[in-house]
Nanobody
Framework: VQLQASGGGLVQTGGSLRLSCAAS????????MGWFRQAPGKEREFVAAYRWSGGRLYYADSVKGRFTISGDNAKNTVSLQMNSLKPEDTAVYYC???????????????????WGKGTLVTVSS
């Protein structure tokens, strides 16, 4: 199982970035797929999650209305469109997959079974 994230970079406040995660070794259809982030000196936190079976989407309050998670099951990829970025969005973003319920992932990183390597997002003020 591999999760390969890409798309991070440097952007100014108010700008946009799109992160992508390519999954291999399993099919996303029955997995919860999500994004977490970890800012310097802080714990890793939930950002967004998606599950194709059931069509559920969840977002952290801090990103609601600005970030959109989507999946392409044919390509086995999940993306995170990030708009209206703020300096506090600066973090390493991690793609995640979980075999349990989507709420398990939303509630805790313990609900994640597979992690991708992170991709750094830096938002300058």
């Amino acid at each position: 199982v591999q999760l390969q994230a890409s798309g991070g970079g440097l952007v100014q406040t108010g700008g946009s970035l799109r992160l992508s995660c390519a999954a291999s070794g399993f099919t996303m259809d029955y997995y919860a797929m999500g994004w977490f982030r970890q800012a310097p000196g802080k714990e890793r936190e939930f950002v967004a999650a998606y599950r194709w079976s059931g069509g559920r989407l969840y977002y952290a309050d801090s990103v609601k209305g600005r970030f959109t998670i989507s999946g392409d099951n044919a390509k086995n990829t999940v993306s995170l469109q990030m708009n209206s970025l703020k300096p506090e969005d600066t973090a390493v973003y991690y793609c995640a997959a979980g075999v349990r319920t989507i709420l398990s992932m939303v509630r805790s990183s313990d609900g994640v079974d597979y992690w991708g390597k992170g991709t750094l997002v830096t938002v300058s003020s």
